[in-house]
């Protein structure tokens, strides 16, 4: 909104002519966010202590994980609260993209809200049965992907990373494809979020990627001299994802070894798909595999486990996802972190490499 209200002052007083440029509204989104988490966290932690919305342990998980007991959960709210104010301050809210964005990222949110709600009220790490949750995810990600593919000049056309002259049209099929990755993004973060900070960094790094990456989208030169497609408007992404970078860093100050708040599903669910929904905006649905390397392993490692254990009866990680695998194995929970935070930055920059390497 402040766009709207300050930037028509810039015929009067040349200097409010930078809100034209996404660059500075991008930076001054992150830095209101920022500070948003930093005045709100520690009210936000009091308040869910005394609301007694403390984390549920997984029954099953590492007997280490049970001094967690107790640390206040649905920190995700913090999140979203930044990351909406800032994008909503900052950035063009006509823009079909921010709006959907916006849109995607409440959605499952409000999905998490319920899910975690459920898990306080039973005490228990059960919330929404796995259909219902699925079902909802669905539901939000089928509104959204109608809504993009609905939008002129934009098609099912994908690029593949490495390969400038292979780009499969998949149709009306391309409605079902942004479906899978809408909420498979988002329960590969959810997926991840079982150590103190182990989801947020790699949720920073990645939304850091996808927000240059969205400049350069929404940018005809910069698109035509890459050889990415070109979608106009889509820069004003650049904004939101700003934002989650920094909203994610001021939810990080709480959250870091030893964590004092959670984010639970509200934030793990939303940002997930927020993640996604970028990469479907800015055409570069492929390049998520690369770019959120560190959830697609975490994904992987459970299916792995799941199926190795239902067709042979033997596992194949001590414990999955495979964070716990490493617990198990005697890494101390900070070296794991950071490891595969490093892991998450290898994987942007190789990402981001593509984009020129083709």
């Not at 995607?104 to 409000?110: D, M």
């Not at 259909?131 to 509104?143: C, Y």
């Not at 820069?235 to 964590?259: H, K």
Request: proline share 4%; hydrophobic share 55%.
């Amino acid at each position: 909104m402040l766009y709207y209200f300050l930037y028509p002052l810039h015929t009067t007083y040349s200097g409010f002519n930078v809100f034209r440029y996404i660059t500075f509204r991008a930076a001054i989104a992150a830095l209101t966010a920022l500070l948003i988490s930093f005045i709100f966290g520690p009210a936000l932690i009091r308040s869910l202590s005394a609301m007694q919305m403390k984390q549920p342990i997984r029954e099953d998980g590492p007997a280490g994980h049970a001094v967690k007991a107790g640390t206040p959960t649905m920190g995700g709210v913090l999140i979203i609260l930044a990351l909406f104010f800032s994008t909503i301050m900052l950035a063009d809210i006509t823009n079909v993209y921010i709006t959907l964005a916006i849109v995607v990222t409440g959605g499952f949110a409000a999905i998490g809200f319920v899910d975690d709600s459920l898990k306080l009220k039973r005490k228990s790490s059960h919330g929404l049965s796995a259909r219902s949750k699925f079902m909802l995810q669905m539901g939000v990600a089928f509104v959204a992907a109608v809504i993009l593919y609905r939008q002129p000049f934009f098609s099912g056309v994908l690029a593949v990373p490495f390969f400038k002259n292979l780009h499969p049209d998949l149709g009306v099929w391309y409605i079902p494809f942004a479906m899978f990755v809408i909420v498979g993004a988002s329960n590969a973060v959810n997926l991840t979020d079982g150590l103190d900070g182990l989801a947020i960094g790699p949720i920073m790094v990645s939304a850091g990627t996808y927000g240059f990456i969205a400049y350069l989208t929404g940018n005809k030169n910069f698109a035509e001299y890459l050889q990415i497609p070109y979608v106009a408007g889509v820069g004003e992404v650049s904004v939101f994802c700003a934002a989650i970078v920094a909203s994610g860093l001021g939810f990080l100050w709480f959250n870091a070894y030893p964590a004092q708040m959670f984010m639970g599903d509200v934030g793990s669910l939303s940002l997930g798909a927020a993640l996604g929904i970028a990469a479907l905006m800015t055409k570069n649905e492929i390049l998520l595999v690369i770019v959120g390397g560190v959830f697609v392993v975490e994904a992987l490692s459970v299916i792995f486990q799941v199926a190795s254990y239902k067709l042979r009866r033997k596992r194949v990680f001590l414990m999955a996802p495979i964070h716990h695998h490493y617990e198990l194995k005697g890494w101390p929970e900070p070296q794991i972190i950071v490891r595969f935070w490093i892991l998450s930055i290898i994987c942007a920059v190789v990402a981001l490499s593509t984009l020129k390497l083709r």
